[in-house]
């Protein structure tokens, strides 16, 4: 089971932001860096964000990332119909020496 | 330009044994840790296991450890996953991932390959 906790799903209008927590504990997001992935449809995850709040190039900076404490948070302004996918969360757990990954939530534009 | 090229994958028997391999190119493929993911049908993202950049360190998730082993060759430019005592549970898409950084043995992962299907069943 996973270790870092998402709401199953977030919507939002075109044109609107939208949030996205990642819970987590002292062991993994509390203490390492939270990166960001976008999964859409029968393809590989994408990395949207890393070392918490961090762009990859190409990604538009509509995306943001934060974290405080044991949790982080994923952003989406100006949503847009392209957008439709989901996104997972993932740190470093340094209890089980291991990377873990959040359960994963839908974002649907309205 | 980077690309992962997984195979391997197919149907086996529970109990059986699946080895899966990841060709990489574009870049210096003994720079990087290499890791496997996988993703059961309709689920999320599940962490299976990591191999450091040298192959001195190997990592592994919870549900898999002590039935799957990664390696690599850097001869072939390859990471392998050999599968054993498989169950119904391990049905997945499994990715093969490069660390972000070279280096670094944790997330971000940031180059995916387009997975490969394994099915458990008799």
């Known amino acids: 089971q996973s270790v870092l906790t998402q709401p199953p799903s977030v919507s939002a209008a075109p044109g609107q932001k939208v949030t996205i927590s990642c819970s987590g504990s002292?062991?993994?997001?509390?203490?390492?860096?939270v990166s960001w992935y976008q999964q859409f449809p029968g393809t590989a995850p994408k990395l949207l964000i890393y070392?918490?709040?961090k762009r990859p190039s190409g990604i538009p900076d509509r995306f943001s990332g934060s974290k405080s404490g044991t949790s982080a948070t994923l952003g989406i302004t100006g949503l847009q119909t392209g957008d439709e996918a989901d996104y997972y969360c993932?740190?470093?757990?340094?209890?089980?020496?291991?990377?873990?990954f959040g359960t994963g939530t839908k974002v649907t534009v309205l | 330009e980077v690309q992962l090229v997984e195979s391997g994958g197919g149907l086996v028997q529970p109990g059986g044994s699946l080895r899966l391999s990841c060709a990489a190119s574009?870049?210096?493929?003994?720079?990087?840790?290499m890791h496997w993911v996988r993703q059961a049908p309709g689920k999320g993202l599940e962490y299976v296991s990591t191999?450091?950049?040298?192959?001195?360190?190997?990592y592994y998730g919870d549900s898999v450890k002590g039935r799957f082993t990664i390696s690599r060759d850097s001869s072939k430019n390859t990471v392998y996953l050999q599968m054993d005592s498989l169950k119904p549970d391990d049905l997945a898409v499994y990715y093969c991932?490069?660390?972000?950084?070279?280096?670094?043995?944790?997330?971000?992962?940031?180059?995916w390959g387009q997975g490969t299907l394994v099915t458990v069943s008799s």
């Open positions: 991932a490069r660390a972000y950084r070279p280096g670094y043995v944790d997330l971000p992962f940031g180059y």
């Open positions: 574009g870049f210096s493929f003994s720079s990087y840790a």
């Open positions: 191999i450091t950049k040298d192959a001195g360190a190997t």
């Open positions: 002292s062991s993994n997001i509390d203490n390492n860096y």
């Open positions: 070392d918490n709040n």
């Open positions: 993932g740190s470093w757990d340094s209890s089980l020496s291991a990377s873990v």
